[in-house]
């Protein structure tokens, strides 16, 4: 079977977020047998220009892609530079399938109608709310309802999308992006939330797939975490918060901030551990911060085996956060927020606490409680218990692969 592979963004150009999924699915197909091209934006590249490498034994495509980004709800639909050249690369290959990620950036949704006309048959796998929204799903929490199961409106409000995005508002983008969606054979969401919050906006003919990751095949050894911790300065005495990934208000920036000085104000020795891009600049909290920047994923690995708590308290609708498993995986508790799909991974009191971001202080309890107990989840596999490795992911999609092939054959 060849299988094309569509994403905005790939490794090694990026390699966070959806693209790292994309790219652990697209290596797991390949050592199951299937030949895999990949279909990526290299926005170094001049607009339309094709550069086809090597990576990692994939074939990738980059192509370039560049606008203003005010345009984005009229090119997420249409863009004919890249349109034009997919179109050239797919009447040089053959494809049975097409396994479409993140396209809303420069891809675009027309390059469904294009596989459809050329019989190629073509799933989605959703990883945010773009489809519906034209960035974080935020505007049916209510910040003022700090209950345990805050009710959210799913239903998409097009005033507030207006007043959020002015500029770049386009009146027709939703109703667009369903009339290309209906073409899929299957639109794959992550997490059950995440299918509830689409079919409430419309998209239907969905299945949910959650995400799955590598196993550790090798612990990080004494050595190269001692070596870490030398290089951070991470005292043995210190209560390690790890916050990682892209890092914004929507992914609880301010509430950490609070339940941090409350933590620091009761005397508890903690430092909170960033790994990406430092989010903010507080002289009050500059002793009490450890930034890393990114790291490579050895180091990742090492930043969450010397990490108390996890934290991902995002006051968005955080589909599945990949951070949320690779903790776990390293044994790792992890307190997250109740929007979004980390509420289908994480028992309360087993591996860590689902809280609402806005009660501050059931956010500081349930830290405080974690750090009292210590080792909460010591050497719990919960990673495999619930088989959210990526074998089992991608053998999901290769049953269902061969679902929709049987299905077309028998009519």
């Keep these: 079977m060849n299988i094309l592979v569509l994403s905005d963004k790939f490794p090694p150009l990026s390699s966070a977020g959806a693209e790292k999924i994309a790219w652990i699915i697209s290596t797991e197909y390949l050592k199951c047998g299937y030949s895999v091209s990949i279909i990526t934006i290299n926005d170094e590249l001049k607009n339309g220009e094709i550069k086809k490498v090597k990576y990692d034994g994939l074939t990738v495509y980059q192509i370039g892609s560049s606008y203003n980004r005010y345009l984005i709800a009229y090119v997420s639909l249409y863009n004919p530079w890249v349109l034009t050249a997919i179109k050239n690369i797919l009447s040089e290959n053959y494809f049975d399938f097409a396994h479409i990620h993140n396209i809303h950036t420069h891809i675009s949704y027309s390059v469904i109608t294009l596989l459809k006309s050329l019989k190629i048959k073509s799933i989605l796998t959703a990883h945010d709310a773009m489809s519906i929204e034209y960035g974080k799903f935020i505007q049916g929490i209510n910040p003022n309802d700090i209950s345990q199961n805050p009710k959210v409106n799913k239903k998409i ?213 974690i750090l009292d107990k210590d080792n909460m989840i010591k050497e719990l596999d919960v990673f495999l218990k619930m088989e959210l490795t990526i074998e089992n992911c991608v053998n999901h999609y290769i049953n269902l692969f061969n679902k929709i092939d049987e299905d077309k054959h028998s009519q």
């Design 157 to 369: 409000n097009p005033f507030k999308s207006f007043m959020a995005n002015k500029r770049s508002y386009n009146p027709f983008r939703n109703m667009m992006i369903k009339y290309y969606l209906n073409k899929l054979e299957k639109i794959i969401t992550v997490s059950h939330e995440q299918e509830l919050l689409l079919n409430a906006n419309g998209i239907m003919n969905t299945i949910t797939i959650n995400n799955g990751i590598v196993p550790l095949s090798e612990k990080p050894s004494n050595q190269e975490i001692v070596k870490f911790k030398e290089q951070y300065n991470i005292k043995d005495n210190m209560k390690i918060l790890l916050w990682a990934g892209r890092l914004s208000d929507a992914k609880g920036g301010q509430q950490i901030i609070e339940v941090l000085k409350r933590l620091i104000s009761t005397g508890q020795n903690v430092k909170l551990l960033i790994v990406g891009k430092l989010y903010f600049v507080d002289n009050e909290l500059e002793e009490y911060i450890i930034c890393t920047n990114w790291l490579d994923e050895k180091n990742i690995q090492i930043a969450y085996l010397v990490s108390h708590i996890t934290l991902v308290p995002s006051i968005c609708y955080d589909m599945f956060p990949t951070v949320v498993l690779e903790s776990i995986r390293s044994s790792t508790p992890v307190i997250a927020g109740c929007f979004g799909g980390a509420k289908e991974v994480i028992t309360n009191g087993e591996n860590g606490y689902i809280i609402n971001p806005f009660n501050i202080n059931e956010f500081y309890d349930k830290i405080c409680i």
